[in-house]
T-cell receptor, first 115, second 108 residues
Framework: GAVVSQHPSRVICKSGTSVKIECRSLDFQATTMFWYRQFPKQSLMLMATSNEGSKATYEQGVEKDKFLINHASLTLSTLTVTSAHPEDSSFYIC???????????FGQGTRLTVV | RKEVEQDPGPFNVPEGATVAFNCTYSNSASQSFFWYRQDCRKEPKLLMSVYSSGNEDGRFTAQLNRASQYISLLIRDSKLSDSATYLCVVNWGGKLIFGQGTELSVKP
């Protein structure tokens, strides 16, 4: 089946620094990828839709200047958490769909801890 | 109203029990529906797609009622390994919207 790879799986950073998370579709092209955030005991919340070759679409309440998304190729999207703070500590996960109404395939997730 | 709502959990059941999860969605234009399973601190994995005609995969049966905007998942003969969080997922316009998840704990 389709595979989506996310890296790194775990990162600890100091408050005020930036962290980049990569999401790759390994065996299909993804014009659209999605970024989610999950806090403990809560569901996945869609943060933004990453569109290849154009600007990302952010969900209400998500700061686009804080969560920078770049989708430069059909197989790679990156999420950069800028000037991270402890409240940004969370599980970040990407997904991609091979087709419009197909199932989604998820990356392994990145557990971010900001100290 | 949340876009996708699920039964609150947790569900604590003995091995061998039958358990049912319910889910409602608000957007009538939703195009496809899924149940995902998420184990602790891991990414969600597809359990099954949900079709209007209903579908079954071993001990798992999923049903969709478009008129009522309602989705269900039935697990028969629960196993210890079924313990996880079950996520109801709705796709509209290519975006996947997740319910809050229902935690299932199967005890010996």
């Amino acid at each position: 089946g389709a595979v989506v790879s996310q890296h790194p799986s775990r990162v600890i950073c100091k408050s005020g620094t930036s962290v980049k998370i990569e999401c790759r579709s390994l065996d299909f092209q993804a014009t659209t990828m999605f970024w989610y955030r999950q806090f403990p005991k809560q569901s996945l919340m869609l943060m933004a839709t990453s569109n290849e070759g154009s600007k990302a679409t952010y969900e209400q309440g998500v700061e686009k200047d804080k969560f920078l998304i770049n989708h430069a190729s059909l197989t790679l999207s990156t999420l950069t958490v800028t000037s991270a703070h402890p409240e940004d500590s969370s599980f970040y996960i990407c997904s991609a769909l091979p087709g419009q109404n197909t199932e989604a395939f998820f990356g392994q997730g990145t557990r971010l801890t900001v100290v | 109203r949340k876009e996708v709502e699920q039964d609150p959990g947790p569900f604590n059941v003995p091995e061998g029990a039958t358990v049912a999860f319910n889910c409602t969605y608000s957007n009538s234009a939703s195009q496809s529906f899924f149940w995902y399973r998420q184990d602790c601190r891991k990414e969600p994995k597809l359990l099954m797609s949900v079709y209007s005609s209903g579908n079954e995969d071993g001990r798992f049966t999923a049903q969709l009622n478009r008129a009522s905007q309602y989705i269900s998942l039935l697990i028969r003969d629960s196993k210890l390994s079924d313990s996880a969080t079950y996520l109801c997922v709705v796709n509209w316009g290519g975006k996947l919207i997740f319910g809050q998840g229902t935690e299932l704990s199967v005890k010996p």
